[in-house]
């Protein structure tokens, strides 16, 4: 953590820092620009150590993972991913009917795009605000503005919902190459919308598939419970990004989406 750190130090301010540590653990480092004090108030506890820091990876906003050592996902949370998911699967499966062979694989895909777009978007938000409860806030409640709308339209739509995975994946598409320090220049107002709308603009073609494929399922209770089943599979390909980085995150609901579509003619053929 203190080599990365001091990376992190010296590629913000373009000079390798001071390092001050203390026998209790304590470390602070330092930065000078263009004055260096003969000696510093409060760290006369403190002795200055000289460290040129070892080749790590910086904690960034793609991949803001300062505790892990490299990119990997740690030992103890693959267990507990692992463990989840068998004790869900032979639920889920011992729970299933006798005439039901298996859950619907399109509202399982639309549910782990859901979760993981949810997720995904407070990290980004947390890039603009910062990590606080205002955060949370503006991430469910675009989320709720988006599935408002979604309900309120689908009804209005006819014909087949095959067409809004266009604007679906070309929404997340936006996301990805839209870079956040472009967004970071903005001001605050166009933040807010962009936290808002944009980003959670895909979960409004999101919902009218799943709004338009739900009320016409001859199974509803079925669909819905697919649909929560693939939200914690969503939850759980999130950890994904520890590996990956944070961006990767969307090609990945990118691809839960386009899942969603390629099964979904069985759907509509059984309906």
Known sequence: MLDRLITMVRSA?????????????????????????????????????ARTPNEVEAALDDWPYLYLRSRSIPVDYLFTIGSLLLLSSIFVFTSL??????????????????????????????????????????????????VLIANAVASMLPGSSAWLYLPLVGSVCLLYYLSPSTVLSWPAYARLAYCLILIPLPIFFA??????????????????????????????????????????????????????FLVRPRLVASS
Do not use: C
């Not at 969503?234 to 990956?244: N, R």
């Open 13 to 49: 301010a373009g000079t390798l820092p001071m390092v001050f540590i203390k026998p209790t653990g304590q470390v602070v480092i330092l930065a000078p620009k263009g004055y260096l004090p003969a000696q510093i108030a409060g760290l006369q506890s403190y002795r200055q150590i």
């Open 97 to 146: 009917a006798r005439n039901t062979r298996a859950l619907d694989l399109h509202f399982l895909f639309l549910g782990a795009a859901f979760l993981l777009l949810e997720t995904k978007s407070i990290t980004t938000v947390a890039l603009f605000f910062g990590t606080t409860w205002l955060v949370s806030m503006v991430v469910i409640l675009g989320v709720l503005i988006m």
């Open 207 to 260: 919902g009218l598939i799943f709004s338009r494929g739900f009320r016409a399922h001859e199974n509803p209770g079925m669909a819905f419970g697919s649909n929560l089943v693939g939200a914690m599979v969503g939850g759980f390909v999130e950890y994904a990004g520890m590996m990956t980085g944070t961006k990767m995150l969307l090609l990945f609901i990118v691809a839960l989406y386009l899942g969603s």
